[in-house]
């Protein structure tokens, strides 16, 4: 066994590395659980102790602690499991993943769950500006507040924050839900396609072609069910914000206006 942070690298018959080759394999395993120590690891080692616990051991639940707020950790992971990190991600935390449900007792930064495709996360405090930016499916849960442009193109799926959100969230939605427990700040909803944004706080200010949207009893059940599903207590009352569909003709403006546009 290497020891922590040394590289060791073996090849096989075809002269390939091996994609294992310099984990550090300190984990506790259980049967299908486990649990290492992430202290004194770098990015690089968390993340092949992970992919080598879920592939290569077919371990379905890991449990990482001291995470050291790092950045890009626990990206990429296309299976079911269940990932929980004791402590706070960086930047780029758990992006282009599409399966696993992951559970962050601190905070995260810029960018998390960033081209998500499937899977839920769950974040027990604050996390940073783009929370969800281009996100496909799935539901991003934030239990504190999320910064600027969070869910910014997003495509489908569902963020759910129980605290405030800042400028511009939503913008250039293009499908699924967002949900604000408390304020938002300017523009939001700035050049939405389509989507569907809820706020129970105030709007600082609704962005280009972001208008109130007639409240339905499917738009009731959608918010008691997410409320239900993730043990939030009764949610507060919403609004309903979706696109007016003004842009979706910017071809027929006047030439001049259409440079603008553009």
């Known amino acids: 066994m290497a020891a922590v942070g040394e590289q060791r690298i073996t090849y096989d018959a075809r002269g390939l590395a091996e994609p294992f080759a310099d984990v550090p394999k300190i984990s506790e395993i259980d049967g299908e659980q486990a649990r290492f120590d992430a202290k004194e690891l770098t990015t690089r080692q968390i993340n092949l102790e992970l992919r080598w616990l879920l592939y290569e051991e077919g371990v379905k639940e890991v449990e990482i602690s001291n ?16 990932i929980r990190f004791t402590g706070s991600l960086g930047y780029f935390g758990c992006g282009l ?80 839900r967002i949900v604000i427990g408390g304020d938002v700040g300017p523009g939001l909803g700035d050049s939405m396609y389509d989507g569907t944004i809820y706020v129970a706080g105030t709007v600082k200010s609704l962005g280009i072609d972001c208008v109130p949207g007639e409240w339905s009893d499917a738009d009731t059940e959608f918010i008691e069910r997410k409320f239900g599903i993730y043990g939030l207590g009764k949610p507060p009352e919403f609004q309903k914000f979706v ?9 027929k403006l006047e030439p001049s206006e259409r440079k603008l546009v553009l």
């Open 67 to 82: 995470p050291g707020s790092k950045h890009s950790l626990g990206v990429g992971i296309l299976t079911r499991c269940r």
């Open 97 to 176: 993943i599409d399966g696993p449900e992951i559970h962050i007792t601190g905070r995260v930064g810029w960018s998390a769950c960033e081209n998500m495709m499937s899977g839920v996360v769950v974040v027990e405090r604050n996390a940073g500006s783009l929370t969800g930016a281009a996100l496909r499916g799935g539901d991003v849960v934030v239990k504190g507040r999320v910064g600027a442009r969070s869910g910014i193109d997003q495509k489908g799926g569902t963020i759910l924050v129980l605290g405030s959100a800042g400028s511009m969230t939503g913008f250039m939605m293009q499908r699924g």
């Open 243 to 251: 696109c007016g569909k003004v842009l979706y003709n910017y071809d």
